[in-house]
């Protein structure tokens, strides 16, 4: 089955305490996205790439990380969370750029306390 | 940056009537997409529609695009409960690769 998989679906850490959430996609996509959604803000894009060992900042980089050693995986890494990365986490995947629907994966919800 | 920005932001309708959300953007656009989601899940591509295309459709959708006015409209006829969900356009920017969304219109459709 097509998809997109992340993992963990839900996360409580504490402020500073390294994490990674991975996502995964089986489709053979270039394009990889990571978004945060959080209440009255809609989704804001954090980082992009555009294929393999290409990455580009979103609209809200501060704070993440990311790389993309492969094609199938783009995970996310926020090396000394705070309490305002609290949010709803989604990665995205499309064959290639901006001109084809995105595939989104089912969301990570962080909470740092 | 906001780019795509929906209205109305809440929409209560009954079943059978119909629905539209609107769209404004405010740089150049290659294409604009809608996308729907359900209360914290993924969200699920709905229809793009590029900036040479003024309509198009897509079974009870229909989406239209005025790059005069920047602005999109997505129409749902003959609603039903099942649609209610939370709906966003998103567009590109003529150069790079990122997608900005709007902070969607939330439809609920009584039954």
């Known amino acids: 089955e097509a998809q997109v998989t992340q993992n963990p679906r839900y996360l409580i850490t504490v402020t500073g305490k390294k994490l990674t959430v991975t996502c995964s996609q089986n489709?053979?996509?270039?394009?990889m996205s990571w978004y945060r959604q959080d209440p009255g803000l809609g989704l804001r894009q954090i980082y992009y790439s555009m294929n393999v060992e290409v990455t580009d900042k979103g609209d809200v980089p501060e704070g993440y990380k990311v790389s993309r050693k492969e094609k199938r995986n783009f995970p996310l890494i926020l090396e000394s969370p705070s309490p305002n990365q609290t949010s709803l986490y989604f990665c995205?995947?499309?064959?290639?750029?901006?001109?084809?629907?995105?595939?989104f994966g089912p969301g990570t919800r962080l909470t740092v306390l | 940056s906001q780019q795509g920005e929906e209205d109305p932001q809440a929409l209560s309708i009954q079943e059978g009537e119909n629905a539209t959300m609107n769209c404004s953007y405010k740089?150049?656009?290659?294409?604009l997409q809608w996308y729907r989601q359900n209360s914290g899940r993924g969200l699920v591509h709905l229809i793009l529609i590029r900036s040479n295309e003024r309509e198009k459709h897509s079974g009870r959708l229909r989406v239209t695009l005025d790059t005069s006015k920047k602005s999109s409209s997505l129409l749902i006829t003959a609603s039903r409960a099942a649609d209610t969900a939370s709906y966003f356009c998103a567009t590109d920017e003529n150069q790079g690769g990122k997608l900005i969304f709007g902070q969607g219109t939330e439809l609920s459709v009584k039954p």
């Open positions: 995205a995947s499309s064959l290639r750029s901006l001109g084809n629907e995105q595939f």
């Open positions: 489709m053979n996509h270039e394009y």
């Open positions: 740089t150049s656009i290659n294409n």
